[in-house]
């Protein structure tokens, strides 16, 4: 099992930018699918973005595109989800998940369930 590690959460107003980072021990990410998720109280870790093994094809939710930007470095074993014009409703807790389910897919996972590995998490706090 891949070991996933996440930072770079913090307090951001609200208009700023955030950088995540994911980095794996244990195993490399190799040729598996990769996700952010955010979780906030009471409610369930949802899927913010996805990227397939080679970044042929992302998947974003609707209240991020044009916002949010997945990407992945293979070589670094890393995951990124760069956060720009960040809004209060981004305040939770981000979540790098792997789905090894989809090694060499050329399609994103959408799923919460299609992914098997995960990370500890990184407090984000956006304040209006």
């Known amino acids: ?46 899927l913010v973005a996805s990227i397939t093994w080679s970044s042929q094809a992302t998947y974003y939710e609707d209240t991020v595109k044009g916002r949010f930007t997945i990407s992945r470095d293979n070589a670094k074993n890393t995951v990124s989800l760069q956060m720009d014009n960040l809004k209060s409703e981004d305040t939770g807790t981000y979540y790098c998940a792997a789905a090894s389910s989809y090694r060499g897919s050329y399609i994103a996972p959408t799923q919460a369930y299609e992914f098997d590995s995960w990370g500890q998490g990184t407090q984000v706090a956006v304040s209006s």
């Open 1 to 46: 099992q891949v070991t996933l590690i996440e930072s770079g959460g913090g307090l951001v107003s609200a208009g700023g930018s955030l950088t995540l980072s994911c980095a794996a021990s244990g195993q490399t990410f190799g040729n598996y699918a990769m996700g952010w998720f955010r979780k906030t109280p009471g409610k369930e870790r949802n």
